[in-house]
């Protein structure tokens, strides 16, 4: 029986990737199989891909041996999904959204988790703080971007592109930006190159700090408004139960100056700050 491609799959049965969802699949075969060499996937592991669409990726995580938990948002690809896997073992098609899912759970059952996928452009930003946020339930992400999204975790300190992602990143993680994709190699044709990253969540983080969820408020609030210095973007309550007195102590105990701007900070200066902001709020 004749195998049909991607976009007769879609048409017969009347789907269409959705703008809104930021869909768009890979289906230049040489890419596709880059990802899962540059993957590192060994038979047996656990893998969570985000957005299978089609199941193209699914496809070559399971022929490495994997086992693979494949989540889709989207109902109508649920089915073909559903379908084309039904005779398949080692793979679980879960009908539900990644920025809404018990990843939690699913380590408690599985241990820690591995994503490969092809993120949809309108949920990689958040998908990608949202792994940082549970940072302790991954053990590496491997996920295809935007370019210059891609460019916003590796950023130079002061560049226009270093901001919140790059900060706590540079804190928790290792990143690594591996190849580019061209637009040519996706359905429907994106207006942006894409880039494979590779995200690596160790147990012992580069720059420690005892409370995770302060450094995380403390990041985003330094960063609400960049042309504000520290003083003004930290100032008035902005990181909650933190006192004004309690930020402007641990500033002077550990050499922040506080009319600098968030992006004059490198992620250890940030990791020291909030480890000290953490140390004086236990103290007063």
């Keep these: 029986m004749k195998t049909l491609t991607e976009k007769q799959i879609l048409k017969e049965r009347q789907l269409a990737p959705k703008k ?33 669409g089609l199941g193209v990726l699914t496809e070559g995580l399971l022929n490495t041996g994997a086992k693979v938990l494949a ?4 109902s109508g ?60 339930v991954f053990k590496s992400v491997h996920v295809l971007l935007q370019r210059e999204v891609a460019h916003r975790l590796t950023a130079e300190v002061g560049s226009k592109n270093y901001g919140i992602l790059t900060v706590l990143l540079g804190i928790t993680a290792q990143v690594h930006k591996l190849f580019d994709i061209p637009p040519s190699a996706f359905h429907p044709t994106p207006l942006v190159y ?34 504000k210095t520290l003083r003004n973007s930290l100032s008035g309550g902005a990181i909650p139960g933190i ?35 953490a140390a004086e709020r236990n103290t007063s």
């Excluded at 989540?71 to 989207?74: A, G, K, W, Y």
């Excluded at 939690?104 to 990689?124: C, E």
């Design 20 to 52: 809104w969802l930021g869909q768009n699949f890979l289906v230049n075969k040489t890419y596709l199989n880059r990802i899962v060499v540059a993957s590192r996937i060994q038979p047996g592991e656990h893998i969570v891909e985000i957005g299978a």
């Design 71 to 74: 989540l889709e948002i989207d």
């Design 77 to 136: 690809f649920f089915r073909v999904l559903q379908e084309k896997f039904a005779n398949r073992s080692g793979v679980e098609i879960v009908h539900g959204d990644a920025l809404t899912y018990d990843f939690r759970m699913l380590s408690s059952r599985i241990g820690k988790l591995r994503v490969v996928a092809n993120l949809p452009y309108s949920i990689s930003s958040r998908l990608l703080f949202r792994f940082v946020e549970i940072k302790d």
């Design 194 to 227: 894409s880039t494979f990253v590779r995200v690596v969540f160790p147990d012992q983080i580069g720059y420690p700090c005892p409370d995770h969820s302060l450094l995380i408020r403390l990041v985003k609030s330094a960063f609400q408004s960049r042309r």
């Design 243 to 277: 006192s004004q007195d309690i930020v402007q102590r641990a500033a002077k105990l550990c050499a922040i100056d506080l009319t600098r701007r968030a992006e004059t900070l490198c992620p250890e200066e940030f990791a020291r700050f909030a480890a000290q902001i």
